[in-house]
């Protein structure tokens, strides 16, 4: 799926501070993650678009990768628990 940079920054902002105030609970993997994405996203021009997409790696493991411009910017393993 692709977004602006914006839409994703948002989303994960929100993210963040839902973490951060306990509203939502987030594994410590998955907060270092949105952690990393926020600090990447904010970095670039919100107009360009940012592809999310779903992968798997040999050994089957699932995962969620963030590409702008054609360069990774960011992947998380989902666990095997969330895959769908």
Same mark, same amino acid.
């Given at each position: 799926?692709?977004?602006? &940079?914006?839409?994703?920054?948002?989303?994960?902002?929100?993210?963040?501070?839902?973490?951060?105030?306990? &509203?939502?609970? =987030?594994?410590?993997? =998955?907060?270092?993650?949105?952690?990393?994405? &926020? @600090?990447?996203?904010?970095?670039?021009?919100?107009?360009?678009?940012?592809?999310?997409?779903? @992968?798997?790696?040999?050994?089957?493991? =699932?995962?969620?990768?963030? &590409?702008?411009?054609?360069?990774?910017? =960011?992947?998380?393993?989902?666990?095997?628990?969330?895959?769908?």
């Amino acid at each position: 799926m692709s977004q602006s &940079v914006r839409h994703y920054l948002d989303i994960y902002k929100q993210r963040q501070q839902m973490a951060a105030s306990g &509203v939502a609970k =987030a594994s410590v993997e =998955a907060r270092a993650f949105i952690d990393l994405l &926020v @600090t990447r996203l904010s970095e670039l021009e919100p107009s360009l678009s940012c592809e999310l997409s779903k @992968t798997r790696d040999s050994d089957g493991s =699932a995962w969620f990768v963030f &590409v702008v411009e054609g360069r990774e910017l =960011a992947r998380y393993r989902i666990p095997k628990e969330f895959d769908i």
